[in-house]
């Protein structure tokens, strides 16, 4: 969860992370920023999110995430 | 219950509104044909306040709200004629004026000017022309006959409906004879007739080009038959003429072709071109026309009018109606009437020319 | 043939009144018939087309969710006995299945996409090559008909197959109302491209009539058609009149031409989307909205979040992520990632799927070199501003008046008239042209033409112009309205009397100022001698 925290924090410096829980609908991680954060997340965690996994459900909060990718890596 | 009451006040007084106001803008947005012109654009409408007990209805275009006289016709022979004209009347417009015209009278003679057959000005056809012939007919089968067989492809059915939805952009152009006539009609015609004074001799009126097809059109030829027909049934006889306009040009082969149709359907045909006729009728095309030829001036289509009155008493059996007290009573003042308009044209006529001679 | 105005509005009258007469289990199969009805009428020999992508879609749908079906089932039936790597067999096994369904049909309605719309355009392109090597053979164009909205019901159909494929929706058991998804009359021609999981909420469940739903609706629609009637088609007048004539309407009519075209532009197509949308609404079905008041953006990033954004999140969602997250693009990647380094390497897969998507996005447009030229103009801007992003927020931290008004609005005005440049590629389908007017514009010597009446030459009066200008005036004022939510329900909360002087003022105004019939200019009612 820290690692993550760190990396959406690398790519907006300016946004808490740990609270805010419209990351999408918002509008404040854009599609460029999701794919970013794919990229990252893929190396750190070697989990392959595809495109079916890019909703908003699953972007809109780190906590969000993080359950994501706790998902995918249960199911490889 | 007192909430569903109030909700249909509210509805039907809105609806009110709408249909008020929405009548009011449409009377108001028409063309006031009969005081801004085209002066042609009010003729239709003219004829619903007529008593209509007539004895000739013509039923043509200019050929015919030009060239004739009713009131010669009266005052010569006491005939009791009226002529249902408009501009560019093409054939089938011609049939559902006439169809129209039978709902509220039966005459004893329905005249038709056979140019209203001419192929190549059906081809020619304008929506504006449509107009001025259709908007001012009151709602029958026949207005909506009328509307059918003459629109335009890129005309519809409901911007004769509702006219405002035609008109909708006249609200910039709107002057005070907008609103003083927004349900009234300035009579601009004697009986169907709108005079015009004045001389411009016809010279030199070239020949008809030659044209790839003389046929009439099976539009044509089918309106033709419905009108003759119409009037078989109503025992009405149909009288076919050509006006001596020596313009738009009226080909042989279009003659022949109305001259094969009358003997098949024997109907009489009287072409005022022929030079015969041309010479009872004393027309003479260095005076009696005042657009080189078009159309008659006011001396022409009294000319024609008296020619034709002592054809129609003599061969079509139409009797003298001067002794009828009531009826005479009314031409006297459409007598008054055209003598007035004559004297005022005449003078407006003279000033004009002195000025063009002036300058 | 295609309907005119009153037969579109006499046939959604008739429509809708049958829609809440008839017993609520008919209204779903009302509005399909209504669709083919509407189809068969714009042109029969379109029906084959839209039949044949309804079908193939549906079928392989189902197919592919029977495959799910019983891999689940067979999962679950089996779940003690199988070792996760035969899960895994067992799962690989069953998506190739999938996939060869999914790819196949996918190919076929890409494949009858780009011959009706795209073969001529091929063809050109192969002759202008074959003629650059010289060879004098070159190859006949194909006489095509481009069935109506196909773009549209073509997107929206590959849009439920990958959904259907992904396991995101379930596929549509009932072809007949798959049949509707795909045809639905008001959004048939112009979108916005719905999603199955959105639509299918509203479109098939009974609607009980409404007044209040039925009213906002229509009024929707009216406003609707205040911005295409009466600006949108009186704009046309004069952009047109400007476009057919680029060697006489450059310099300065350049600048004329772009802002013309960019307010017709919106007024047409938010106008339409609001017909759509409003048509629906009033039969109580609910389709995404596909503008957000797109020329308050900030940015051209902002800009594309707001305009058209069914299709923008068509191509985001469908196109986009799958190719970025693709193992391909991994792999380039890693390997960009090795030549050029961390910060950079890790941008350039980015902007190669941008690349793809933008220039999907142009041809989609149309079958010319123009649109995929704006595809990539925009997918240029748009990669100079991400790069200079970390410059501006220096710029912005930096700087307090950043945060001011003035410097918002000037933003906005700078993105608005970025887009009214990007929009001159849609006018010109020569791009040298379009190149030549642009270019024009600076430095021109005819900036007199703004002033000197030469813009009452152009097909409007100046009552047009102030007709436009108080059109555009109320169109702002409605977009700032909606800052303080819907605007319909703002005047729904004001008294009858109010609200009814504004519905009926507005259905005035359209009537009145309406830019339509016969020339439309009655009061130029001309003629000819007798």
């Known amino acids: 969860m820290e690692k993550l925290l760190e990396i959406l ?32 997340i893929s190396e750190e965690y070697d989990v392959t999110i595809t495109a079916k996994d890019i909703i908003p459900a699953n972007f809109n909060s780190a906590k969000a995430l993080y359950a994501l990718i706790e998902r995918l890596s249960d199911e490889d | ?189 004697h009986n169907g007739y709108l005079m015009k004074v004045g001389v411009k001799p016809a010279e030199n009126v070239p020949e008809g080009r030659p044209l790839p097809n003389y046929e009439f059109t099976e539009k044509a030829w089918k309106h033709l038959d419905m009108m003759v027909e119409l009037c078989e049934k109503k025992g009405i006889k149909l009288l076919l003429i050509k006006a001596p306009s020596l313009y738009p040009y009226w080909y042989p082969e279009y003659d022949e072709q109305v001259v094969e149709y009358a003997e098949k359907h024997e109907l009489t045909y009287i072409n005022f071109l022929d030079e015969t006729i041309q010479a009872e009728t004393g027309v003479d095309y260095t005076k ?58 005449y003078e407006k006529y003279e000033k004009e020319k002195e000025n063009t001679e002036a300058n | ?203 098939y469940i009974p609607h009980n009539f409404d007044s209040k739903q039925v009213g906002f609706g229509l009024e929707r629609v009216l406003w609707g058609y205040f911005k295409k009637v009466v600006i949108a088609d009186r704009l046309f007048v004069a952009v047109s009149t400007m476009i057919g004539d680029p060697s006489t309407y450059n310099g300065a009519y350049a600048i004329v031409i772009m802002l013309f075209y960019t307010v017709q532009l919106y007024a047409d197509f938010t106008g339409g989307i609001d017909i759509t949308i409003g048509l629906a609404e009033a039969m109580g079905i609910r389709l995404s909205e596909n503008f957000d008041r797109p020329y308050f953006s900030k940015s051209l990033k902002e800009y594309w979040r707001r305009w058209h954004i069914s299709m923008c999140s068509w191509f985001r969602d469908y196109l986009f992520y799958p190719v970025s997250v693709s193992k391909p693009m991994q792999g380039i990647t890693k390997f960009s990632k090795k030549v050029f380094g961390d910060k950079v390497g890790k941008r350039i897969p980015l902007y190669l799927s941008s690349a793809i998507v933008w220039f999907s996005t142009g041809i989609w447009h149309g079958a010319s070199w123009n649109f995929i030229v704006w595809g990539m103009a925009n997918f240029a801007v748009l990669m100079i501003s991400e790069e200079l992003e970390p410059l501006y927020k220096k710029f912005n931290d930096k700087f307090k008046f950043t945060k ?92 009858y009397p109010v609200r009814f002087m504004i519905y009926y003022g507005l259905f005035l105004i359209i009537i009145l100022m309406g830019a339509y019939g016969i020339g439309y200019d009655a009061s130029q009612f001309i003629y000819n001698q007798f």
Not at chain 2, 65 to 94: C, H, K, M, T
Not at chain 3, 114 to 120: D, R
Not at chain 3, 138 to 156: A, C, D, E, K, R
């Open chain 3, 404 to 495: 001011s008004f003035p410097y918002t609005l000037f933003r906005i005005l700078r993105t608005f008239a970025l887009v009214c440049a990007l929009n001159l590629f849609d006018c010109y389908v020569s791009i040298a042209t379009t190149g030549k007017v642009f270019f024009s514009a600076f430095g021109a010597s005819n900036y007199h033409v703004l002033f000197d009446g030469s813009l009452l030459k152009l097909g409007l009066t100046s009552l047009d112009y102030i007709i436009l200008l108080g059109g555009v005036l109320l169109m702002l004022t409605v977009s700032l309205l909606q800052e303080k939510g819907s605007v319909r329900e703002q005047i729904f909360r004001l008294p």
């Open chain 2, 288 to 345: 009696d026309t005042y657009d080189m030829g078009l159309h008659m001036n006011v001396e022409g289509a009294e000319k024609l009018a008296s020619w034709l009155g002592k054809y129609l008493t003599e061969n079509m059996g139409l009797t003298d109606r001067r002794g009828e007290s009531e009826l005479a009573a009314r031409w006297l003042d459409k007598i008054e009437l055209y003598e007035k308009d004559k004297t005022e044209k």
């Open chain 1, 9 to 40: 924090t690398d790519l907006h410096s300016d946004v808490d992370f740990e609270t805010e829980e419209n990351l999408i609908d918002d509008g404040i991680l854009d599609s460029m920023d999701i794919i970013s954060l794919i990229t990252e």
């Open chain 3, 1 to 203: 043939m295609l309907f005119t105005l009153y037969e579109f509005l006499g046939f959604c009258a008739v429509l809708l009144l049958l829609y809440y007469i008839i017993p609520k289990k008919a209204q779903w199969p009302l509005l399909l018939i209504a669709s083919y009805a509407f189809y068969f009428i714009a042109g029969p020999q379109f029906l084959p087309f839209i039949a044949a992508t309804t079908l193939t879609v549906y079928l392989t749908a189902r197919l592919m969710q029977s495959i799910a079906d019983k891999q689940s089932a067979y999962l679950k039936a089996h779940k003690e006995e199988l070792s996760k790597e035969e899960k895994k067999i067992f799962k690989d096994k069953q998506k190739r299945k999938k996939l060869f369904w999914f790819v196949l049909c996918l190919l076929l309605n890409l494949g009858i996409l780009a011959t009706v719309k795209y073969a001529n355009f091929f063809i050109s392109n192969i002759n202008s090559a074959l003629t650059s090597f010289g060879s004098k053979n070159v190859l006949s164009f194909v006489n095509m008909i481009v069935p109506l909205g196909i773009s549209f019901y073509t997107f929206q159909s590959i849009g439920y197959l990958i959904d259907v494929y992904r396991g995101t929706v379930k596929a549509e058991k009932n072809v007949f109302k798959y049949a509707l998804f795909v045809s639905f009359f008001p959004q048939l021609v112009q979108g916005p491209i719905g999603r199955y999981g959105d639509m299918s909420e509203t479109l």
């Open chain 2, 1 to 189: 219950m007192k909430a569903a009451a109030k909700k249909w006040i509210k509805f039907i007084v809105s609806a009110v509104i709408v249909v008020v106001t929405l009548s009011l803008l449409q009377a108001i947005l028409m063309p006031k044909y009969s005081v801004d012109g085209p002066f042609e654009g009010a003729f239709v409408a003219e004829y619903y306040g007529e008593t209509k007990d007539h004895d000739v209805i013509f039923v043509g275009d200019c050929e015919v709200y030009e060239n004739f006289s009713p009131i010669v016709l009266w005052r010569d022979y006491g005939i009791n004629s009226y002529i249902r004209g408009s501009a560019d009347q093409y054939i089938y417009q011609s049939y559902y004026l006439l169809e129209d015209t039978l709902r509220y009278e039966t005459p004893k003679v329905v005249v038709f000017n056979v140019q209203a057959l001419d192929p190549k000005r059906e081809a020619e056809a304008k929506e504006a022309y449509n107009r001025m012939s259709i908007d001012g007919m009151k709602w029958s089968p026949s207005k909506i006959g009328a509307i059918n067989s003459s629109m335009l492809e890129d005309e519809q059915f409901l911007d004769y409906v509702f006219p405002i939805l035609r008109y909708h952009s006249r609200w910039s152009k709107l002057d005070k004879d907008d609103l003083a006539y927004m349900f009234k009609l300035e009579k601009v015609s």
